[in-house]
């Protein structure tokens, strides 16, 4: 139960540091599926630099998914434009990035 609130906590200030933000940003026409969709070729960049064996970079890569991640969440609930679809497509772009970090890791470490 402390773990929910503690979670429920941080997801509130997030979307209220992010409010003016995503707003003004809605304005022009960013929605929540944009920021899903621009995780892709994070990925996709993650993983050629694991193979690379440059984990560095790809660690870097990795979190600027997760923050991506975070962020299309957010954007979705503060303006009321949760879907379905998005809901979708955030799972995907998850299952995406942990199948491409899983894999370029294991290729990785077989090329030792």
């Known amino acids: 139960m402390a773990k929910q ?3 429920v906590a941080i997801r509130d200030f997030i979307d209220a540091s992010l409010s003016a933000f995503v707003l003004r940003a809605h304005k022009i026409g960013v929605v929540a599926n944009y920021i899903t969709l621009l995780q892709a070729p994070f990925v996709v960049a993650m993983f050629y ?7 560095i ?4 890569l990795l979190g600027m998914t ?6 299309d969440g957010a954007w979705a ?11 979708f497509y955030d799972k995907a772009l998850d299952l995406f990035g942990i199948y491409a970090f899983l894999l370029g890791l294991g290729i990785a470490e077989r090329e030792s």
Do not use: C, P
């Open 66 to 71: 997760l923050i991506l991640d975070v962020l």
């Open 57 to 60: 970079v790809a660690s870097l």
């Open 49 to 55: 630099f694991m193979l690379q064996k440059n984990f």
């Open 77 to 87: 609930r503060i303006t009321k434009e949760v879907t379905a679809k998005g809901h």
């Open 5 to 7: 609130k503690f979670a």
